[in-house]
């Protein structure tokens, strides 16, 4: 049962583009959203969500989340080819301990 | 300050072999987390430490899989019998208690080979 399902896939755009990513989740206890950017092995935080409606930003990134409709969306302006990269989404949930659920991620690759 | 580390970065085994899977988190971070990553897979929760004691070991996949964690700190994930199907990249990430309790900070992983 997929908790956290990421679209698309893969995406593949030019230097200067616009891209939306998007995350949808099914899960009890929500507690959290976070995006992170991994390149290589080891991923790197963006940002976590809360709240809904309030968008996080950082630079070209922004992310925000919709708690009624369950999905949060990240986006990235003006793309360069830093950018690719494999951006995952993960869910944390109030359970007997920690627990993160994570989607597959969206492969993105920005040519020049 | 010296980020979450693993050891080793690379590993290739035999099959039926046991290895042995090193973590040392970010000093003072309580939580600890094992995930796997196969080809093209996203992240696999495998189990989560707090402090010493693993209050969910719901991700492990199969008996051959047991971690540890002792002093609060350094944890070790062991693979008895290893398969193929093992053959994937470990991470390990750690957080510290109160607020930023949700980031984790992720160790550069180790890629397991299952020959």
């Known amino acids: 049962e997929d908790k956290v399902v990421q679209s698309p896939l893969s995406l593949v755009v030019h230097e200067g583009d616009t891209v939306t990513l998007n995350c949808s989740y099914e899960v009890t206890n929500f507690r959290s959203l976070l995006w992170y950017k991994q390149e290589k092995k080891a991923p790197t935080f963006l940002f976590m969500l809360t709240s809904s409606g309030i968008e996080k930003k950082s630079g070209r990134l922004s992310s925000i989340l919709d708690k009624k409709e369950l999905f949060s969306i990240l986006n990235i302006t003006a793309t360069q080819t830093g950018d690719s990269a494999v951006y995952l989404c993960?869910?944390?949930?109030?359970?007997?301990?920690?627990?993160?659920?994570f989607g597959t991620g969206t492969s993105l690759t920005v040519i020049p | 300050g010296a980020g979450v580390s693993q050891s080793p970065s690379n590993k290739v085994t035999e099959k039926g072999k046991d290895v042995e899977l090193r973590c040392d988190p970010i000093s003072g971070h309580t939580a600890l987390y094992w995930y796997r990553q196969s080809l093209g897979q996203g992240l696999e929760f495998l189990i989560y430490f707090q402090g010493n004691s693993a209050p969910d070991k719901s991700g492990l996949p199969s008996d051959r899989f047991s971690a540890e964690r002792t002093g609060g700190s350094v944890s070790t994930l062991t693979i008895q019998r290893t398969q193929q199907e093992d053959s994937a990249v470990y991470l390990c990430?750690?957080?510290?208690?109160?607020?930023?309790?949700?980031?984790?900070?992720f160790g550069p992983g180790t890629r397991l080979t299952v020959l």
């Open positions: 993960a869910v944390a949930v109030w359970d007997t301990g920690n627990q993160f659920y």
């Open positions: 990430a750690s957080s510290a208690p109160g607020t930023s309790e949700n980031e984790q900070f």
